[in-house]
């Protein structure tokens, strides 16, 4: 009988274990698919700003400013923009150095022997 109980526990011990690798690998997925979407979303906005020296100066000097409506009426395009990408607006305020930083470089993290 303590067989069968051992043999009991070890397939439920693979069942969990299946489970636990099975999420792991989802939320794996799942961040790496949002990381793809907001590294997207910055690279327009990087060609946004490339447009607009004067805007990208004053975001990177106080990037609260694209909360401040005043700022926002007499720039309507960046008003736009962070309209139909308010997740750059999220990033911009909450992680500004990631926004005007390498963080999100699709070549970021690979290896240049020649630097």
Known sequence: MAKGK???????VLLIL?????????AS????SSNEHMRSEVSL????LQSHPKVTAELRT????VNN??????????????KHHPD???????HPSRIFGNYYR???GRWNIHR
């Open 45 to 48: 906005f990087h060609g946004f």
């Open 69 to 82: 409506k005043k700022y926002l009426d007499k720039h309507d395009e960046l008003a736009k923009f962070l």
């Open 62 to 65: 106080n990037p609260n400013l």
């Open 88 to 94: 750059v607006k999220r990033e911009l305020v909450n």
């Open 29 to 32: 997925s799942a961040w790496s």
């Open 18 to 26: 299946s489970l636990v690798i099975s999420l792991i690998g989802a």
């Open 6 to 12: 051992t043999k009991q526990l070890n397939a439920k």
């Open 106 to 108: 699709a070549d970021q």
